[in-house]
């Protein structure tokens, strides 16, 4: 795979956070398969421990490993300076 991240994806309310531009995408996705394995281990211990804070940190953990899947999916259907807030994509603003 030799695409790479277009920078175009941001998570986490109000455009907080962004995708670094021109990662690998096997890095990339490498990446949010280690988050969602932490997801996967912070929503059990929170379930059983009853601790909502393991949970809240699950879900953004979650948005990060889907904003990184979003933005190689952008890179590989080559689609040009999309920025996308949460699941919606929207064209970038002229200013």
């Known amino acids: 795979m030799n695409n790479a991240t277009t920078g175009a ?3 986490a309310n109000y455009q ?3 995708v670094n531009p021109g990662i690998s995408s096997e890095h990339a ?3 949010a398969s280690m988050l ?3 997801v996967n281990k912070l929503t059990l211990l929170g379930e059983t421990e ?3 804070t393991l949970v809240w940190a699950a879900h953004f953990l ?3 490993a889907k904003a990184i899947i979003d933005d190689v999916s952008l890179s590989i ?5 999309t920025v996308q807030a949460g699941s919606e994509v929207q ?3 002229t200013e």
């Not at 259907?77 to 300076?81: D, R």
């Open 50 to 52: 009853e601790d909502a």
């Open 36 to 38: 969602m394995a932490g």
């Open 29 to 31: 996705l490498n990446q």
């Open 62 to 64: 979650g948005e990060m």
């Open 77 to 81: 259907a080559h689609i040009p300076t």
């Open 16 to 18: 907080l956070f962004r």
């Open 91 to 93: 064209k970038p603003t």
């Open 9 to 11: 994806v941001t998570f």
